[in-house]
């Protein structure tokens, strides 16, 4: 089974600093998703990435950036955290065929701005 | 705008019944897939359908589409407690790389 690993479940930061939010996964995925998902507005694609050091903005990539330096690992990061940054953030992969392969999703970080 | 949206946002039931939830969506697309996540939780894969099908099956899931209608339903048979979470349907875009998921249906079976 594809395993996707978030380094963390719950994370307290302040306004201002900056966050990494870290993504592993196991099964030599090409692509790589990073989204937030709040109440009510489902789940929104921050940024993507399609192979190593290769980056797509998604939907809401304002105030966030990614780093793939590694294909099983993809970085998000919350350049000057914001108290409307607080969310579920989750990260999933995908084999490289694509739209006709599902997405495997790992448990999410909820992620709380002070 | 989102995709995909289900209908309705929330259900109620009881263990043994039938659950449907509804998927609509605005544009061409690829495939439909359903998700499902449980409380706190990620999503989880259940079923995808091709936009060339109509009807197809995984165990007690039923997914149909109705590309005509823009359309797409989930049906879970003799349901179950477990079976309590939120639904999600992901619409791919016909030439696009995104997946585009809805609000989800969240579905409680009460015992």
């Known amino acids: 089974d594809v395993k996707v690993t978030q380094s963390s479940r719950y994370l307290v930061k302040r306004t201002g600093e900056k966050v990494f939010l870290e993504c592993v996964q196991d099964m030599d995925h090409e692509n790589m998703f990073w989204y937030r998902q709040d109440p009510g507005l489902g789940l929104r694609l921050i940024y993507f990435s399609y192979d190593v050091k290769m980056k797509e903005k998604g939907d809401i990539p304002e105030g966030y950036s990614v780093s793939r330096e590694k294909k099983e690992r993809f970085s998000l990061i919350l350049e000057s955290a914001s108290t409307n940054q607080t969310s579920m953030y989750l990260c999933?992969?995908?084999?490289?065929?694509?739209?006709?392969?599902?997405?495997?999703f790992g448990d999410g970080t909820r992620l709380s701005i002070l | 705008s989102q995709q995909g949206e289900e209908d309705p946002q929330a259900l109620s039931i009881q263990e043994g019944e039938n659950a449907t939830m509804n998927c609509s969506y605005k544009?061409?697309?690829?495939?439909l897939q359903w998700y499902r996540q449980n409380s706190g939780r990620g999503l989880v894969h259940l079923i995808l359908?091709?936009?060339?099908?109509r009807e197809k099956h995984s165990g007690r899931l039923r997914v149909t589409l109705d590309t005509s209608k823009k359309s797409s339903s989930l049906l879970i048979t003799a349901s179950r407690a477990a079976d309590t979470a939120s639904y999600f349907c992901a619409t791919g875009a016909t030439g696009g790389f995104k997946t585009i998921f809805g609000a989800g249906t969240r579905l409680f079976v009460k015992a």
């Open positions: 999933a992969s995908r084999d490289k065929q694509g739209l006709r392969q599902p997405q495997h």
């Open positions: 359908i091709r936009s060339n099908e």
């Open positions: 544009t061409s697309i690829n495939n």
